[in-house]
């Protein structure tokens, strides 16, 4: 019943930019949600979260002033707009919401979140 879907991943040159939406339905709110990524033979990582009831917004440092994770509540849409990408960046980045609030645990920890989304692949070429 609870669904995350991603779109906007693709393919583009190094310096390029892309925005990624991921949109919720099934479930009334969340507290925390953020983007995951993970590339093969990787660890999945936090790469960008946002508090709902706040808007405060948390990042990954390989991402700080080139990405930027903002919400629509209207829409019930999350978006990691991306800009400068690099190599580096390539991965599946995964879309996820907190529920219920896990105080204890840190906004880049894939623990801390219930529901995931399938996955939208960004590829960067150098």
């Known amino acids: 019943q609870v669904q995350l879907v991603e779109s906007g991943g693709g393919s583009v040159q190094a310096g390029g930019s892309l925005r990624l939406s991921c949109v919720a339905s099934?479930?009334?709110?969340?507290?925390?949600m953020a983007w995951f990524r993970q590339a093969p033979g990787k660890e999945r990582e936090g790469v960008a979260s946002i508090y709902i009831r706040g808007g405060n917004s948390y990042y990954a440092d390989s991402v700080k002033g080139r990405f930027t994770i903002s919400q629509d509540n209207a829409k019930n849409t999350l978006y990691l707009q991306m800009n400068s990408l690099k190599p580096e960046d390539t991965a599946m980045y995964y879309c996820?919401?907190?529920?219920?609030?896990?105080?204890?645990?840190?906004?880049?920890?894939?623990?801390?979140?219930?529901?995931w989304g399938q996955g939208t692949q960004v590829t960067v070429s150098s």
């Open positions: 099934g479930y009334s709110s969340s507290n925390f």
């Open positions: 996820a919401a907190e529920w219920p609030f896990k105080y204890s645990v840190a906004w880049y920890a894939t623990s801390k979140y219930n529901y």
